[in-house]
């Protein structure tokens, strides 16, 4: 008799075991590879079905990512090596319509990410009547690594260009740094409006009680009040 081959089970390519990684499961779509990270999975007092459930929930949401990233190929890499450029032209005013280039730039790329979120969230509620929705989370995180590793070159860039001219610095950096600042609270902004949209669906879709709906607003609600500090 052939032995349980669990990746086949749970629908994944890697199985791995990393205490210190808070991530339950991610997809890489430069390897479309799903890798589940079992430190992650059940807790003390959880019962079997709930672990069961709660795993197939996490299958379904990954695959999602993977049926969009077939759907869509590179399109979400090609907007995203085109942001330094587009960041680039908006602070030197290379155009009298960059600024408005990068923001349609960077609503493309969010609205892509947002939207593949919300499907991959949306499907684990056919699993789950009432799933976890971290769309806000995802999308912040998916996009804030380049954001800040882009700033950091930028500001690198600037003070090797500006050496001991602190002039050229004090009037440069300020607007780079306010400039990042404006583009995560857009980030935030249409990943908040995203995740509304899918705790709506879910809703509807378990035909929740307003009680039960309550939960998922208020939740949603603290975590726009701690966005908005």
Not at 198 to 221: A, L, P, Q
């Amino acid at each position: 008799m052939e032995l349980l081959n669990w990746k086949e089970i749970l629908k994944v390519d890697n199985l791995v075991f990393e205490p210190d990684n808070r991530n339950t499961a991610w997809y890489d779509p430069r390897k479309d590879e799903i890798t589940l990270n079992l430190s992650s999975v059940g807790s003390e007092g959880e019962d079997d079905e709930f672990v069961i459930m709660n795993l197939e929930q996490i299958s379904v949401h990954e695959n999602a990512h993977r049926a969009v990233k077939y759907v869509l190929g590179d399109a979400f890499q090609k907007l995203l090596d085109k942001l330094g450029e587009s960041v680039a032209n908006a602070l030197n005013g290379e155009n009298e319509d960059s600024g408005s280039k990068l923001h349609d730039l960077l609503d493309a790329i969010i609205k892509m990410l947002s939207m593949d979120e919300a499907y991959a969230y949306s499907t684990g509620g056919t699993v789950q009547r009432k799933p976890q929705v971290n769309l806000i989370e995802s999308v912040h995180g998916a996009l804030l690594e380049p954001l800040s590793l882009l700033h950091q070159e930028i500001i690198e860039d600037v003070q090797q260009q500006a050496g001991r001219n602190k002039l050229a610095l004090l009037m440069h950096i300020p607007k780079i740094n306010k400039l990042f600042g404006i583009m995560e609270a857009h980030i935030l902004r249409e990943a908040a409006i995203a995740e509304a949209s899918v705790i709506d669906f879910i809703s509807d879709m378990g035909d929740f009680t307003e009680e039960e709906k309550n939960e998922y607003v208020e939740r949603y609600m603290r975590k726009i009040q701690n966005m908005l500090g």
